[in-house]
């Protein structure tokens, strides 16, 4: 709290300047004639082009940088306290005053990423639920926590088929509706859904099985390092399951066989090679000897 704390403490209090809170305003007047006919072809319409006017809305302080902090990473806002009656003063949209407040509001947001780690909670376990699914297109499993699921794609599915001969007890994670992970970086979403849980002793693995697409973009956002609670026994690792054996810069090698992505001990991104869906899955079973 205290990098971002000192931010907002170097936001400027506008409440007295009438030079820097002044945005212009610009409109577009358009003169149309109402009740012509259908049929009538002619444009009747007077159209002018874009002109300053006078000034801009005027908008709290408080306002503009909530929005930004929200647009960038919306989960900062829980720390940003902006009650501080600075954050009262009125600014014109646009004006050196509303640049200002955004750049503010974007530093904000990048020292609390900077900062921020992802830690377990305290002793409040996640239950999962039951899931929907269509009786005609199930799958049925022996050692998932549900008797059958859906709509897996056909990477999905080996995965799925290939984990549960192992005896491991696993489910299905539910997009958007499942166990979610935030993530601290910039970017389309804040939360990560697994494809899979799988229970091992004292760990929880989500899995994500990727796309090949998809790699260089996840992989640095989702492979995440989740700190342990000494309240809570069990830990939680992220590794991703792609098609193909690829080096750690994100770039393949070859595209037989599959790849095992997660963090090493330094929290450096490391690839595992193995041939088939198979030995994938066999990996994660030493765990239990750990």
């Not at 499942?178 to 229970?199: E, H, S």
């Not at 700190?227 to 037989?256: Q, R, Y």
Request: glycine share 6%.
């Amino acid at each position: 709290m205290m990098p971002v704390e000192r931010i907002i403490e170097k936001v400027h209090d506008y409440s007295q300047d009438n030079i820097n809170t002044r945005g212009i305003g610009r409109r577009r007047t358009i003169n149309q004639v109402i009740g012509a006919s259908d049929s009538d072809d002619s444009d009747d319409s007077d159209d002018s082009e874009w002109v300053n006017f006078e000034q801009s809305n005027r908008v709290n302080a408080r306002w503009v940088f909530r929005r930004e902090v929200a647009r960038r990473y919306r989960p900062a806002l829980m720390i940003m306290n902006t009650d501080l009656r600075k954050f009262d003063a009125k600014v014109g949209i646009g004006s050196n005053a509303y640049s200002s407040l955004t750049d503010n509001a974007a530093e904000a947001v990048n020292e609390y990423l900077r900062h921020a780690v992802i830690k377990q909670l305290k002793p409040n376990p996640y239950e999962i639920g039951s899931t929907l699914v269509r009786r005609g297109s199930m799958e049925n499993f022996n050692n998932a926590l549900h008797e059958g699921y859906d709509g897996l794609n056909p990477f999905e599915l080996s995965f799925a088929r290939a984990l549960d001969k192992t005896g491991l007890t696993w489910a299905r994670n539910r997009s958007q509706t499942g166990y979610k992970i935030p993530l601290v970086t910039l970017g389309q979403t804040n939360w990560f859904f697994p494809d899979f849980l799988v229970w091992i002793e004292n760990k929880v693995i989500c899995i994500d099985t990727k796309g090949t697409h998809l790699v260089k973009t996840d992989a640095r956002r989702k492979l995440l390092s989740i700190l342990p609670h000494k309240a809570v026994s069990v830990s939680v690792e992220v590794k991703f399951v792609v098609e193909g054996t690829w080096k750690s810069d994100a770039t393949i090698n070859s595209k037989d066989g599959f790849s095992v992505w997660e963090l090493g001990s330094g929290r450096e991104l490391r690839t595992i090679p193995f041939e088939d869906v198979d030995a994938v899955v066999r990996s994660f079973i030493p765990l239990i000897e750990d």
